[in-house]
């Protein structure tokens, strides 16, 4: 007699991703509980919510790393699949998922991501190798402390699967830049707290500049065409502005670090 496969939690942090949330609950609503973990949004995410099988736990937001933290131990089931809410699991990934959790092998696995960016599919520009950990055991697994880009902290073991999350980073020039401002505030604290340089001329100046080299010609973003620039100058942006932000700060300045 076949095993039944273990029940899964499906996550989906959102704050006003009323443009995205409806592919993303579409793509997981295999799972036997699907939890919307909300920023108090303004926008009509959580109305589109409802229409789907979904428990709805709103939660103020400190970062990205503490929401998932604050809602992980809360679900049901053992398995969790997590997806930001601009993200959406291909039905060839949910089938690889299915099929390995018929076997257990492992505790979390890392999914690539194919990432899209103002329309484009981005095959270059240093997002090529991009994957994150996304389906994991619920009492092995945790996110780093960390305010930005925080990844998964595993006792136990790490596989890979084959399939693929599709990640659809952009939704309009102004909210983009708006993003880019706020990481670059927790980056800043963040790099501040570790220790690291608080050079000007370094941090303003030459880091930005290898930033943009390093994604437009190393990491081969100019195969990406225009999108492959503009991903590759932003960098170089983001980097400026946290070594702005560096200045600041160690002169005094208080940041406001809240998320708009």
């Not at 991009?130 to 595993?154: G, P, Q, S, W």
């Not at 190393?218 to 999108?227: A, M, P, S």
């Amino acid at each position: 007699m076949k095993k039944a496969n273990p029940k899964v939690s499906a996550i989906i942090p959102t704050f006003n991703e009323e443009e995205n949330i409806e592919q993303c609950i579409q793509s997981v609503l295999w799972a036997d509980e699907i939890i919307i973990i909300d920023s108090f949004s303004t926008d009509g995410t959580l109305d589109i919510a409802k229409k789907y099988p979904t428990t709805i736990v709103q939660h103020e937001y400190v970062n990205s790393a503490t929401q998932k933290n604050w809602i992980i131990p809360q679900a049901k089931h053992e398995w969790i699949f997590l997806l930001d809410a601009d993200e959406y699991a291909t039905e060839t990934l949910v089938e690889e998922v299915q099929k390995e959790l018929e076997n257990q092998q492992k505790d979390a696995y890392w999914i690539k991501r194919k990432n899209f960016f103002m329309g484009k599919k981005v095959n270059y520009s240093g997002w090529q190798n991009d994957k994150v950990v996304r389906l994991f055991k619920r009492d092995k697994c945790r996110y780093e402390d960390k305010n930005v880009h925080a990844e998964i902290i595993t006792d136990g073991t790490v596989g890979q699967l084959k399939q693929v999350i599709m990640h659809n980073t952009y939704k309009g020039l102004n909210h983009y830049l708006g993003k880019i401002s706020w990481y670059s505030t927790w980056k800043a604290y963040d790099k501040i707290h570790k220790g690291a340089s608080t050079n000007f001329f370094f941090n303003i100046i030459v880091k930005p500049w290898y930033r943009f080299f390093y994604h437009y010609i190393l990491r081969l973003g100019i195969l990406d065409g225009k999108v492959g620039f503009v991903i590759s100058a932003l960098n170089g942006y983001d980097v400026m502005l946290r070594g702005i932000k560096i200045w600041r700060i160690t002169q005094g300045e208080v940041i406001n670090k809240d998320k708009k």
